[in-house]
């Protein structure tokens, strides 16, 4: 009896010295900065020993669960829409929330020659499809749409779009060769080693609307305001410009 | 005198996991067929391969001219102009009686129907149920549609597999005539699974005695039944089946006369008309033996015999097998009177015959 | 609340999706289950652990080899190019082919099952009655694989209906031509639209109840009658 005593007691210290010494963080991160952020984390955990859990998604999936009470810690979104409707509803801690990372968007084709570096190719349109993100759904999207319109190609094109769900997918219609080029992140395409496989339009920021990727913080501890400092501090925002990202 | 071309030949090899079928036979093509053994011995599985359901690679089969299965040969089963009677009926669900009635019928071209659709229907006493759903039947009347099912595709061979194991004894008793009719008018082979020896005893002409897959013995039923070398003669139940002809029959009495070997013969009253065939079985313990006719007795039927030979069974008794006519009886007595009479092959005698059954 | 043209159209591409489908499956599914349920061949079981990979696999990692398959780096989409056909990613004849995949265990399970159910017995008894193979499967085994074929129809078709996954990879969303109900309801949940998503969503669920409540009793029927 008095073993079995010692043992209860025994792992209910070193459940209270783990809780007090490090904590496990739940972050909701958007799909698209999935690569950055592990680099990100995993830098963080070394440095303060908290555990940080990463889960990826589409935004939109996360803020219907983070509305419905799921227990994240902090929110890395792929937009503003969500982050600032979070805040409204008084579900994220307000004033929070800030802009972590800005999307490039670029054209892009697996194939070397197809896309010029002022993007002429959408004029002379030598392709069967091309693939956009959804612009109701991906800020990529509706930034896609935005340079088509601006080029005053978006009804031209309407026969060759093809529409990914997210601009993960896009980009998978694009890299298997089913949509010969697409309009996708620069990260996507951007390899660690500095490079870019194919051919490619780095769009001018000017023609779209900024894609800003804000963060808020769901529940306020002192582990999930230490992960949003440090991602604000020099060595993360390297690490992002680095992936691909603009900064704000 | 039966031809070459009045004959079936059957040569199988078959092997199922542990069980092996190796038979050969030569029969005559007419009759009923008796397979007899016990469960297991092969009996199924020697009608499935004559059916062709069952293949194997060196089979052979012929029915008078035709061959189904040598080694270049394999007609499929659907052209193979038999039928088969399952010992599960495997009337179709979906088919009222009618519509299961009509499906071989059908399929068999006009002019080479042998049969007609009401005759069949008549002869097995189907009709009231033809608007009847399968479901709704009884036993003996779900077995009796299956025949009349088989018999309307026009068989030359008549495949049966134990039609009668699966039921009780009810419809048994109720189906019984329908088959011994079907004997009678029907003048094509019937191969005639069973391991009861009373149908066989009833209804078979040949008899295929069958054990662990291979044939023990096969001929006529008579001789079959009294051959003291095989099996069935030491049964406890061993009997002859000899054939008489009806001479009168005796109101008073209730009696009827039979014509055997110039004696008469008197078996319960039936109503048959004189000048028919009939079959009757005779067991080895109803014969006793006199070497003079005794006059003051209980026992109507004596008939003249004939010792064939005799043979040890058990301490206490012996069979011995007489020749009535041309035809065999069975008499099992004890040892003590076989010496008693000083009986040995060759010696005439009188068979005393207690009991008699008319089969027909 | 009204459908809009959009969600008109949806609805308008899943059904002639579920109907094509349905009908292909049937066709193609039907030998394929008769073999499955009759065949004694040894290594069988490996065509029905292919037949029933969807019903394990997420439908999106159907999709994503489907996709590479039919691009035109694929064996599928290489063919085509090279006979001078078009590719058929993007296309309804593109989704056609990936839920003929999708559903295929779902029509060919019941009918497998339907076929092994009616036994041998009854096949060898209509052979000894003169029918040939084609004609003891038509008049024997089809009748009496009746609730099997209807279950199979229902599951294919609604299975269909449902579909996501494999039409999200290779369906590139086109409004009128791939888009269909599931992706659009995907769309108005991600767009916040959730009202409209509710009626599309409510709309399916009670389509697909009611379909499966149709097959049900209908079964129950067929089996309370004796057929």
């Known amino acids: 009896m008095m073993q079995v005593t010692k043992g209860v007691v025994l792992i209910l210290s070193l459940l209270i010295s783990t809780v007090s010494a490090s904590a496990e963080l739940y972050v909701a991160v958007a799909s698209n900065f999935a690569g950055v952020m592990s680099a990100i984390a995993e830098q963080f955990e070394k440095q303060t020993g908290h555990q940080v859990r990463l889960v990826f998604g589409s935004t939109g999936k996360h803020y219907a669960q983070i509305q419905h009470g799921a227990p994240y810690d902090a929110f890395f979104a792929a937009d503003d829409k969500r982050p600032i409707l979070l805040e409204r509803e008084g579900i994220a801690l307000g004033g929070s929330r800030f802009t972590y990372a800005m999307g490039k968007l670029v054209l892009w084709s697996p194939e070397a020659s197809l896309v010029d570096a002022q993007g002429k190719v959408l004029q002379i349109a030598s392709f069967r499809y091309l693939a956009i993100a959804n612009p109701r759904l991906a800020p990529y999207g509706r930034a896609a749409k935005q340079v088509l319109a601006f080029n005053g190609l978006w009804e031209k094109m309407q026969s060759r779009i093809v529409m990914g769900e997210n601009i993960g997918q896009t980009y998978q219609f694009v890299k298997s060769g089913n949509a010969a080029l697409g309009f996708v992140s620069y990260s996507q395409v951007l390899s660690q080693q500095g490079g870019v496989e194919g051919s490619m339009w780095m769009i001018p920021s000017e023609v779209y609307l900024p894609i800003v990727q804000q963060a808020v913080l769901i529940k306020d501890n002192t582990a999930a305001r230490a992960l949003l400092k440090f991602i604000q501090e020099k060595p993360a925002r390297e690490m992002i410009e680095q992936y691909g990202y603009g900064l704000p | 005198m039966k031809s070459a071309a009045d004959k079936i030949e059957a040569r199988f090899v078959l092997q199922r996991g542990e069980f092996e079928l190796d038979v050969s036979l030569s029969l005559p093509a007419t009759g009923v067929i008796a397979l007899y053994g016990p469960s297991g011995c092969g009996k199924t599985s020697l009608l499935r391969a004559i059916a062709g359901l069952e293949q194997c690679g060196n089979g052979f089969f012929s029915m008078r001219d035709t061959v189904w299965q040598d080694d270049q040969t394999f007609v499929l089963p659907h052209l193979r102009p038999f039928a088969y009677v399952f010992q599960e009926t495997n009337l179709f669900p979906h088919l009222s009686v009618k519509r299961n009635l009509e499906y071989g019928y059908q399929r068999v071209p006009k002019s080479q129907r042998q049969v007609d659709f009401d005759e069949v229907v008549t002869l097995l006493g189907v009709e009231p149920l033809l608007a009847r759903d399968t479901a709704l039947l009884s036993g003996g009347e779900r077995q009796r549609v299956a025949i009349a099912r088989a018999l309307l595709t026009s068989p030359q061979l008549l495949l049966m597999d134990e039609p009668l194991a699966a039921l009780d004894h009810q419809s048994k008793l109720e189906i019984t005539p329908y088959l011994e009719r079907l004997h009678e008018e029907l003048d094509i082979p019937v191969f005639y699974v069973s391991h009861s020896a009373d149908e066989v005893a009833r209804l078979a002409d040949q008899l295929v005695l069958m054990k662990a897959g291979k044939v023990q013995a096969f001929g006529p039923i008579a001789d079959m039944l009294t051959r003291v070398d095989l099996p069935l003669a030491h049964d406890d139940d061993a009997e002859a089946i000899i054939e008489a002809e009806v001479d009168s029959h005796d109101q008073a009495y209730q009696l009827t006369y039979l014509q055997l070997v110039g004696e008469r013969f008197a078996v319960p009253y039936k109503d048959i008309s004189p000048g028919s065939r009939v079959r009757l079985r005779i067991h080895a313990r109803d014969v006793s033996i006199t070497l003079a006719r005794q006059s003051d007795t209980s026992i109507l039927n004596i008939v003249p015999a004939t010792v064939v030979e005799l043979c040890g069974h058990g301490a206490a008794q012996v069979m011995v097998r007489l020749n009535v006519g041309h035809m065999t009886i069975l008499s099992r007595i004890t040892r003590k009177s076989a010496q008693a009479l000083s009986l040995a092959p060759g010696k005439p005698v009188y068979a005393q015959v207690k009991s008699v059954a008319l089969l027909t | ?227």
């Open chain 3, 1 to 227: 609340m009204l459908l809009t043209e959009a969600d008109l159209a949806a609805l308008w591409v899943t059904l002639k999706l579920a109907g094509v489908v349905t009908a292909i499956l049937l066709l193609l599914g039907t030998p394929l289950a008769w073999w499955l349920a009759r065949s004694q061949m040894r290594y069988k079981f490996l065509i029905e652990a292919v037949v029933a990979l969807p019903l394990v696999l997420p439908p999106t990692v159907l999709g994503f080899y489907l996709l590479i398959m039919l691009g035109p780096h694929g064996p599928v989409g290489g063919l085509m190019q090279m006979f001078g056909g078009q590719p058929l990613a993007f296309t309804f004849t593109g989704l056609v082919i990936g839920s003929v995949f999708y559903s295929l265990p779902f029509v060919v399970q019941p009918l497998q099952d339907a076929f092994t159910s009616v036994g041998g017995r009854l096949l060898e008894t209509a052979a000894t009655l003169g029918a040939s193979p084609l004609d003891r499967f038509f008049t024997i085994a089809v009748p009496l694989a009746a609730p099997g074929f209807l279950t199979a129809t229902v599951l294919g078709f609604a299975h269909t209906v449902g579909e996501f996954g494999v039409v999200l990879m290779i369906g590139g969303n086109i409004p009128g031509k791939t888009q269909v109900l599931s992706i659009a309801i995907y769309d108005h949940v991600e767009t916040l639209e959730y009202g409209r998503a509710h009626l599309l969503s409510g709309g399916l669920l009670l389509m697909s109840f009611l379909l499966l409540v149709a097959v049900y009793g209908f079964n129950r029927r067929i089996k309370v009658a004796g057929l």
